[in-house]
């Protein structure tokens, strides 16, 4: 027998027993090592996504674990490889897939989300959706992989060059990856975040970060770029304050790339578009190249997962990892380690 996280209902979580059973044709069953809480979990925790979560719900899709069996007519992948999970399954027949945009399937199985998730012991997932991982990553480490690949397809979709001047609102995880993507391909980057503890992180990393509840970020911004306005801004709070600070911020033809998942309509200061020629574009998920790319960054240790990773609990304490994680304070991200009881999982 082997355990899971399950949502049961709005803020109900618990652990229950299940029999695994062997992979089918195109599957691996793998042993999940740690498995990151997301904000989307958080989400679902708190009930927003019950239209969509058929309860009860196998939750996560951060992950890193190694193959445990391979099912049939599956190749190149053996017992004992380290993998992470690029969680979508596509239809291949919609028109966003036609178009090559299989991540925004008209259809998608985001597992995880739309069928079980990594938060158990063993997971049973189809073998297209492995990312090979290096022998030399901590498996710990390499369960950051899946959010530096959201930062990597974020700052892609926002053009990001070198030498752009870049304002991140919300230095949350997915904000701080990407701010240090951005970095990496040669942007100055500010990053705009309440909580004392986030913001002192962001700075550790060398980020300069800002306290929107202190100062002036527009003035900010116009000072640092000699009243140019910034390049490219990205919204990561969710909330309506942070929507008015990335409009505000930008300069002229400035790009602004929503990240967040805002449960409710926002009033947007549509004169400013039109007055400086702004553009908004969505970035949602990712694909294979952005998860490749993202696993080298994790690697070489440009995204330095270790200082991300603010505490790893057993995955029957995951429950009260949900809650501390609602409460804010002093945490960034917290890893489920899912090894403990695992009979014959090489982790």
């Not at 196998?58 to 890193?64: P, S, T």
């Not at 270790?306 to 505490?311: A, D, F, Q």
Request: glycine share 10%; net charge negative.
């Amino acid at each position: 027998m082997t355990l899971a996280v399950r949502y049961i209902s709005a803020r109900t979580l618990d652990t229950a027993a299940a029999e695994p059973s062997s992979p089918g044709p195109g599957e691996v069953e793998l042993a999940p090592a740690y498995v990151g809480i997301c904000g989307t979990d958080l989400h679902i925790f708190h009930g927003d996504m019950d239209a969509r979560v058929a309860a009860p719900a196998v939750l996560g899709h951060e992950m890193a674990g190694r193959v445990l069996r391979v099912g049939p007519g599956v190749e190149g992948w053996q017992p004992g490889d380290a993998v992470t999970v690029m969680p979508l399954r596509w239809d291949d027949t919609c028109l966003a897939c036609r178009n090559g945009h299989q991540h925004i399937c008209q259809h998608l199985d985001f597992i995880g989300i739309d069928s079980p998730g990594a938060m158990q012991q063993r997971w049973k997932v189809p073998a297209s959706t492995l990312i090979r991982l290096p022998g030399s990553l901590p498996l710990d480490r390499a369960a950051l992989v899946e959010p530096t690949a959201v930062a990597v397809h974020d700052v892609g979709r926002a053009r990001v060059a070198e030498g752009e001047k870049v304002v991140v609102v919300g230095g949350g995880p997915v904000g701080v990856l990407i701010a240090l993507v951005a970095r990496a391909a040669g942007a100055e980057v500010r990053v705009v975040e309440l909580s004392a503890h986030r913001r002192l992180l962001a700075e550790e990393l060398g980020l300069t970060a800002w306290n929107p509840a202190d100062v002036d970020v527009p003035r900010l911004v116009e000072q640092w770029t000699g009243d140019a306005g910034a390049d490219v801004a990205f919204e990561v709070s969710g909330a309506a304050a942070g929507v008015d600070t990335a409009v505000d911020v930008l300069g002229v033809r400035g790009r602004l790339c929503l990240v967040a998942i805002h449960s409710r309509p926002r009033e947007v200061n549509l004169h400013r578009f039109f007055w400086r020629e702004l553009t908004l574009v969505g970035a949602r998920l990712y694909d294979r190249s952005d998860f490749e790319k993202a696993v080298t960054l994790v690697a070489d240790g440009t995204i330095p997962a270790e200082r991300l990773i603010s505490k790893v609990v057993p995955l029957t304490q995951a429950p009260a990892a949900f809650e501390a994680l609602e409460g804010g304070g002093d945490v960034m991200k917290i890893l489920v380690d899912c090894t403990d009881d695992v009979q014959g999982a090489a982790v």
